[in-house]
C-alpha cells in the first residue's frame, strides 16, 4: 500500500531480487501512469487508486498495455486488498492518517503487517497491537529505528526485564547546525534536502523539525510495550547506527548500517530469516567517523511535546498527529512559516480536551475535529 512513494518503490527494488515473493496488489494515491508501470513489471492481480476519479484512467492504461490485473478505486478497495484471503503481508507504506484505515483492516484480518507508516500507530496505538494479537497476525517495524531495536531484541517487540534503555538515534536533520535566527525563512525545498535519508516530503518536513523522532517515541512505547522514560534520543549525525538496546550488565547492542531503507525492508519482509537488499555493506576502514551527542531541545521544541504527549492518553497522539499533518501541508503549500508548524501542533493539542477513543470510528472522527482547529489555529498564524 502506498507503492508510488518512496518505501513502496524501494519494496518492490528489494522484492524485485527475489524469486519466490509475489505481489497481489498495489495501491497508489493517484499517480496512474507510475502504478500502471509498477504493474507492467510485476503483474500483480489487483490495482487501486484511493482517489476515485483516476478510476477510469487507470482502468483504461491497464487495458492499453495488455495487463490482465484487475482496476479498483476508493477507500473500500484499499480495505479489500489488505484484508484480502490470498494476501499473507502487507506493506503499509502510506504517508499519515490516510494510512490508519487500511493499515488496521490489514491487523484485523491478521495479516503480517510490515510497518512504515508509523503515524497510523501513533494514531490508534493500543486498538491497533489489541487487534494484532486478537487476530494472530503480526507487526514487524519497517521504520529503520525500530527495525533496528527489533534486531537488537533478537527479533523479537518483547523488552525483557534486562533490558535498561531502548537509544533511539536520529540525524538531526538537515537544521542541525543552521542558525536558529534564520529559521523563519526555511523554504520547504531546503525543508526537504535530507543529508543521509531520500523521503517523501511529509517525513522529509518531520526530520527537519524533529517531529519525527517525537512520533518515533510515541511510535517505540506502542510497538516495544514502554514507558517514554525508557527511551532516550541520542543525536547520531552519520545515521550509520540505526538504533541500539541498551542492558542492564552494561552491554549496548547496536544495529549499523548504511542510510538506506532497503536494508529494514528487506529484515521486514524476510522476518525471521534474511534475505539480500542490494544494499553495500559499511566499509569501516576509509574514513567512517561515528558521533554521538544530546539533542538541543530549544532547536528542536516538538521533541518536549512529543515526550509529553507519549505519557498521556490517545487522543492527545491524535490531535498532535493531526496537527502536525495540516501543518507540514500548509508550510509545503508555502502558506505558512517553518516556524509556524510548531506553533500549530503545540496550541491544537492544547485546544483539544481529551476523550476516550474506544473504536477506529472514534479516532477517524476525533482526527477530523483535530484537523478543523489545526485549520483554525492556522489563521491565527498571520
Ligand atoms: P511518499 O509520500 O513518498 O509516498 C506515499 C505513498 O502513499 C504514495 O504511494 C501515495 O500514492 C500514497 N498516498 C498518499 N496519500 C494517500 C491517500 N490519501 N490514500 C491512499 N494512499 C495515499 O511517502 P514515504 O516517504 O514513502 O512514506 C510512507 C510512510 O513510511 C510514512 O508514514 C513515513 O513516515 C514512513 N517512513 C518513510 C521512510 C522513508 O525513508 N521514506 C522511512 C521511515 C518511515
Ligand atoms: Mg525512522
Redesign the pocket.
Known amino acids: 500500500?502506498?507503492?508510488?512513494?518512496?518505501?513502496?518503490?524501494?519494496t518492490l527494488a528489494v522484492m524485485a531480487e527475489q524469486t519466490d515473493l509475489f505481489v497481489y496488489a498495489l495501491?497508489?494515491?493517484?499517480?496512474v501512469d507510475q502504478l500502471i508501470s509498477q504493474c507492467e513489471a510485476v503483474a500483480p492481480h489487483v490495482a487501486v487508486v484511493?482517489?476515485p476519479s483516476q478510476y477510469a484512467a487507470l482502468a483504461e492504461g491497464l487495458k492499453m498495455r495488455g495487463l490482465k490485473t484487475e482496476a479498483r478505486a476508493g477507500?473500500e478497495a484499499?480495505r479489500s486488498v489488505a484484508e484480502a484471503d490470498e494476501v499473507s503481508h502487507v506493506m503499509?507504506?502510506?504517508?499519515?492518517g490516510?494510512?490508519l484505515e487500511?493499515t488496521y483492516a490489514a491487523a484485523a484480518a491478521g495479516k503480517t503487517v510490515l510497518l512504515?507508516?508509523?503515524?497510523?500507530l501513533v494514531m490508534s496505538g493500543e486498538l491497533f497491537l489489541s487487534s494484532i494479537e486478537r487476530t494472530g497476525g503480526e507487526v514487524i517495524p519497517?521504520?529503520?529505528e525500530h527495525n533496528a531495536i527489533f534486531q537488537c531484541l533478537g527479533n523479537s517487540r518483547a523488552v525483557g526485564s534486562t533490558v535498561a534503555k531502548l537509544l533511539l538515534t536520529g540525524s538531526g536533520g538537515p537544521f542541525l547546525e543552521r542558525p536558529m535566527d534564520s529559521f523563519d525563512s526555511i523554504t520547504p525545498a531546503e525543508a526537504c534536502l535530507h543529508p543521509n535519508?531520500?523521503?517523501?516530503?511529509?517525513?522529509?518536513v518531520?526530520s527537519a523539525t524533529m517531529m519525527?523522532k517525537g512520533?518515533e517515541l510515541i511510535e517505540a512505547c506502542f510497538l516495544f510495550g514502554v514507558p517514554s522514560a525508557k527511551i532516550d534520543i541520542v543525536i547520531h549525525p552519520q545515521s550509520v547506527v540505526h538504533s541500539m538496546v541498551a542492558f542492564e550488565d552494561g552491554s549496548v547492542l547496536a544495529q549499523m548500517g548504511q542510510p538506506d531503507?532497503r536494508t529494514?525492508i528487506a529484515s521486514a519482509l524476510a522476518w525471521p530469516e534474511r534475505m539480500t537488499s542490494g544494499v553495500s555493506p559499511l566499509d569501516f576502514v576509509s574514513g567512517l567517523q561515528l558521533s554521538f551527542r544530546a539533542p538541543d531541545h530549544d532547536r528542536f521544541p516538538l521533541l518536549d511535546l512529543c515526550r509529553q504527549v507519549a505519557a498521556g492518553g490517545q487522543s492527545v497522539k491524535v490531535a498532535l498527529n493531526a496537527a502536525n499533518e495540516v501543518a507540514v501541508d500548509a508550510f509545503l503549500q508555502e502558506r505558512i512559516r517553518f516556524t509556524d508548524i510548531e506553533r500549530i501542533v503545540k496550541t491544537t493539542v492544547d485546544a483539544m480536551a481529551i476523550e476516550e477513543l474506544p473504536s477506529i470510528e472514534a479516532v477517524l472522527s476525533f482526527d477530523s475535529r483535530c484537523r478543523l482547529e489545526a485549520q483554525r489555529q492556522m489563521t491565527k498564524c498571520f
Open positions: 500500500m502506498g507503492s508510488t512513494g518512496s518505501i513502496g518503490q524501494q495501491t497508489a494515491h493517484s499517480q484511493s482517489d477507500r484499499l503499509a507504506a502510506i504517508v499519515g490516510s494510512g487500511p512504515a507508516n508509523k503515524e497510523s519497517v521504520d529503520s535519508w531520500s523521503m517523501g516530503r511529509k517525513i522529509s518531520d519525527n512520533l531503507m529494514p
